[in-house]
């Protein structure tokens, strides 16, 4: 089964609102990765959080992780139209291949302007 | 984008004949990945490779067999295809270092009819 699994599922917001994505994994990890795919394209990397730390800043990007509840989110501020994408949390197991990313199933986000 | 090519980007065959894609990289990167990507499950690992000759085996491996005779080169093969492997799939390349983002392909939509 997969390790993380975002919610919610789609998200629809206007240009300039706050949008709010959550993960949850299930076993101890090394890092939490967070992905962006627009449509038909490949992933692209957008910020990495290590276990040891809490939150972590990138531009327009605030990713937070609590590694007791096992969950992250990921807050993209003043969102633009050019943010309309998937977003995809991606966990590195702690032990057995901590280079294994195990992805969710994804956030839709659309922003409209 | 990184140095990161798949081949073919679209691919239509019938039931029961096998396919193989290609991944092919400039980064000289250590870890490379197979991942399926299917509608309400995001990203689904199939096999990796940390090194050459050396694979392992993902969360959805049956059906797929993969190669890597070289660095730069990983094969993904489906010995006999099944229309339950249509799927878009995506090769990733890593460093071996902890705490590293993972650089993606464009992707290879495939069809099986």
């Known amino acids: 089964s997969q390790q993380g699994e975002e919610d919610p599922q789609a998200l629809s917001i206007q240009e300039g609102e706050n949008a709010t994505m959550n993960c949850s994994y299930k076993t101890s990890i090394n890092n939490l990765q967070w992905y962006r795919q627009n449509s038909g394209r490949g992933l692209v990397h957008l910020i990495l959080i290590r276990s040891n730390e809490r939150e972590k800043h990138s531009g327009r990007l605030r990713v937070t992780l609590d590694t007791s509840k096992k969950s992250s989110s990921l807050l993209i501020t003043a969102s633009r139209a050019a943010d309309t994408a998937s977003y995809f949390c991606a966990t590195a197991p702690f032990s057995g291949g901590y280079n294994k990313l195990i992805f969710g199933a994804g956030t839709r986000l659309a922003v409209h302007p | ?113």
């Not at chain 2, 991942?35 to 059906?63: A, W």
């Not at chain 2, 249509?86 to 009819?113: D, M």
């Open chain 2, 1 to 113: 984008d990184a140095g990161i090519t798949q081949s073919p980007r679209h691919k239509v065959t019938e039931t029961g004949t096998p396919v193989t894609l290609r991944c092919h990289q400039t980064e000289n990167h250590r870890y490379m990945y197979w991942y399926r990507q299917d509608p309400g499950h995001g990203l689904r690992l199939i096999h990796y490779s940390y090194g050459v000759k050396d694979t392992d085996k993902g969360e959805v491996s049956d059906g797929y067999s993969v190669s890597r005779s070289k660095t730069e080169d990983f094969l993904l093969t489906l010995e006999s295809a099944t229309s339950s492997q249509t799927s878009v799939y995506f090769c990733a390349i890593s460093s071996r270092e902890p705490n590293t983002e993972a650089f993606f392909g464009q992707g290879t939509r495939l069809t099986v009819v």
